[in-house]
């Protein structure tokens, strides 16, 4: 699974970073989103959820995420999804969604009805 995380960490590496570039930034964009992309799939509802997720799951996620200055807190990854185009986002997420179809499945056709 960690090969296929990492095609998600590569997909969201295209997302246009909605920050200013002053060099205070905290976190690293690919961080707090895949963070809350992951969480979202595991069945968060909200930015809270994304930061519980990540607090519980860092020694994971520190796999393949740099967490420079740990966890993002909840406001940082709502300020952050309110900011990000969403389209690219979309894009991205898509993108990754397609790489871990299992190539067996998608150019195979199964009959419902037992015909070849």
Known sequence: MIMKLSNLVTS???VHDPRRQYGNIRHKL???LV???LS???GGKDF???QVFGEAKQ???SKFLELTNGIPDDETF???FERVNPNELTKCLNEWLLSTRNP???LKTINIDGKP
Do not use: N
């Open 59 to 61: 020694t994971w996620l």
């Open 40 to 42: 979202i799939l595991c």
């Open 12 to 14: 969201v590496s295209s």
């Open 30 to 32: 690919i961080d707090i």
């Open 48 to 50: 809270a959820c994304m």
């Open 78 to 80: 709502r300020r952050i």
């Open 104 to 106: 067996f499945f998608a």
């Open 35 to 37: 963070i809350g992309l």
